[in-house]
């Protein structure tokens, strides 16, 4: 089935330093989700992506969808302890009214 | 507004007990949704609900039954529990349509000795 890949599984970073991670598809995604989950918390949403080459900002936040559709960024700017936690890609693309997850990456912040 | 409300928070079950774990939404959303989560493993759907009266298989349905009570209600049951369904189990509920968020539930933490 579709299947969503997602890199790194975890980094840690020093407080003020940037954070990227990666979700890729060898199939064409309809949309894209993006999660954030606090530890001990459950996943919340942040945003969604539809169009090809589709940035979005939100704060320090910023999420790109690839120009075919097949992968997709979450970039923070100048990381702060609050952005501790596990961010998640999603995709509906496997079915209509399903929503498959990567593995996620945990973020680990450094004061 | 409570959105989804997940029942009990916690519980521990002995090897081959059965246990139902609840969930509710009051958002009137037409999908509602079970998943576990392991370590390093993600979110995974074990059975999902596209709308009242409707259920189906997700990634790993082996050894869970589900049971779509009404539109507000959807519950997960192990019939015979093993310790390899010890894990954290979401239940999230959504609008229908590709384009809506999830909605999650704060979890049901279960072990299984």
């Known amino acids: 089935g579709q299947q969503v890949m997602q890199i790194p599984q975890y980094q840690h970073v020093q407080e003020g330093e940037d954070f990227t991670t990666y979700c890729n598809s060898s199939?064409?995604?309809?949309?894209i989700q993006w999660y954030k989950q606090r530890p001990g918390g459950h996943p919340v949403f942040l945003i969604q992506?539809?169009?090809?080459?589709e940035v979005k900002k939100q704060k320090r936040l910023t999420f790109q969808f690839g120009e075919a559709k097949k992968n997709s960024s979450l970039h923070i700017t100048a990381t702060q302890t609050t952005d501790v936690g596990t961010y998640f890609c999603a995709s509906s693309s496997g079915g209509y009214n399903k929503l498959i997850f990567g593995a996620g990456t945990r973020l680990a912040v450094h004061p | 507004n409570a959105g989804v409300t997940q029942t009990p928070k916690f519980q521990v079950l002995k090897t081959g007990q059965s246990m139902t774990l609840q969930c509710a939404q009051d958002m009137n959303h037409n999908s509602m949704y079970w998943y576990r989560q392991d370590p390093g493993m993600g979110l995974r759907l074990i059975y999902y609900?596209?709308?009242?009266?409707?259920?189906d298989k997700g990634e790993v349905p082996n050894g869970y039954n589900v049971s779509r009570l009404n539109k507000r209600e959807f519950s997960l049951r192990l019939e015979s529990a093993a310790p390899s369904q010890t894990s954290v189990y979401f239940c999230a509920s959504r609008e229908q349509g590709a384009a809506e968020p999830q909605h999650f539930g704060d979890g049901t933490r279960l072990s299984i000795l």
């Open positions: 992506l539809v169009k090809s080459g």
């Open positions: 609900s596209a709308s009242e009266g409707t259920t």
């Open positions: 199939t064409t995604l309809s949309n």
